[in-house]
């Protein structure tokens, strides 16, 4: 289910095309879900400025010259790791194991 909700968030395949031509990127992008994909990114940009965890693994990756999306896109997946782990678990969210 997590590897579900990512490929609607990502422009990644599920296809198998190993050794076939990728296609455009755009092509990709329009497989993705919009709405949910807009949700999670103004949460990674709202973590970003309120986590102070997030705040430091954000900074010390820019610092280290990568992409400014890149990072977005990881704090993303981090996020919807957090959410999935406190379902599966059936427990409220607690930064103590941070």
């Known amino acids: 289910m997590l590897a579900m909700l990512g490929l609607f968030?990502?422009?990644?395949?599920?296809?198998?095309?190993k050794g076939v031509p990728k296609p455009a990127a755009a092509a990709d992008r329009n497989k993705a879900n919009k709405q949910l994909k807009a949700?999670?990114?103004?949460?990674a940009r709202s973590a970003i400025q309120h986590s102070k965890e997030i705040k430091e693994y954000y900074?010390?990756?820019?610092?280290?010259?990568?992409n400014e999306m890149l990072v977005r896109n990881n704090i993303?997946?981090?996020?919807?790791?957090?959410?999935?782990s406190c379902v599966l678990r059936k427990e409220k969210y607690s930064d103590r194991f941070l």
Do not use: P
């Open 59 to 66: 900074i010390r990756k820019t610092s280290q010259g990568k």
């Open 39 to 43: 949700l999670l990114h103004n949460g």
């Open 9 to 17: 968030h990502s422009n990644t395949n599920q296809e198998n095309t």
């Open 76 to 84: 993303c997946n981090k996020l919807i790791h957090r959410v999935f």
